[in-house]
């Protein structure tokens, strides 16, 4: 098989938000046996003009979910952000997973020179091509919202390392 | 054109380090601005166990180096790890783009199926397919460090943002 737009996607995102979904379970035990609530850890920021734990998570998931429902020209399931705890945010994991599931690749491949435009802030829009939009741009939102979840986690004393990170990356 | 083990490795890598070597730019420049010793940055931890930026930095370098590498089958130049302050930092990730220029294509296309072997800590190695290696293993490993590094710069006061981590993507 050679690579492709799909398996240069889903199972990237797949994998990464399975991953993400342990160090949640991780951070919760943590809590849990230091008898302190996760809400703590879900509100965590590692500057007081950054994005809390909370909304790490919810981009990351939505990162994986409008790359592949922009590239495949599906609409993605919206999802309110209401989540607030630990074992919320799995769950939005899991419904996540479970959308991108639903994705057949062949509604992913060839699509490397699709022009996609997606909102950059407010008023603005970005357009680029689907492998660069990919490459340049989903694929590094996905794991700088993973790793910056991760680090708030490490930084916090959760016992996690590197082979958490990459735990579902057994192929 | 159609995505292949070529353009989804060098680009990536070469954005994701020259995005990098753009972050600790703004490091030495905040250093530079407040009047700090900027090896107080280098040398700094989100966790008293875990790497410091200097070696997240040396470690981005080296999974993007060794990748290509391993999977084009070349022998990838060995630096010594001396680098102390940004400004070397900075140096060693030229050194490494410089390397990762003379790659060609060719060299990595077609290479999906190749069986990759590669340490695992002091006495073990791992075995993956070429695209996996890639995908489940070297991409996620590059943007961990570039991303925790630059987490670091952030709990630090810098002025960054993701659109400094995002910089060079205007792919």
Redesign the interface.
């Known amino acids: 098989?050679?690579?492709?737009?799909s398996?240069?996607s889903l199972?990237?995102f797949q994998?990464?938000l399975t991953n993400l979904s342990h160090l949640l379970a991780k951070g919760q035990a943590h809590a849990d046996a230091k008898k302190f609530d996760s809400l703590v850890l879900a509100q965590y920021r590692?500057?007081p003009d950054?994005l809390p734990f909370t909304r790490q998570v919810l981009i990351a998931c939505d990162a994986a979910k409008l790359c592949v429902a922009r590239l495949a020209g599906l609409e993605a399931p919206k999802f309110d952000d209401t989540e607030t705890t630990l074992a919320d945010l799995i769950g939005r994991i899991q419904k996540t997973l479970e959308w991108l599931q639903t994705v057949p690749a062949s509604a992913l491949d060839?699509t490397?020179?699709k022009s996609i435009t997606f909102p950059m802030g407010k008023d603005k829009t970005r357009t680029?091509?689907g492998?660069?939009y990919?490459?340049?741009?989903a694929?590094?939102?996905v794991?700088?919202h993973v790793?910056?979840a991760?680090?708030i986690l490490?930084?916090n004393?959760v016992d996690v390392g590197?082979g958490d990170?990459?735990l579902g990356?057994n192929?």
């Open positions: 098989m050679t690579i492709s737009m398996s240069a199972p990237v994998t990464a590692l500057a950054m060839g490397e020179a680029m091509l492998e660069d990919l490459k340049h741009w694929i590094p939102n794991f700088f790793t910056t991760y680090v490490r930084h004393g590197k990170f990459l990356s192929a």
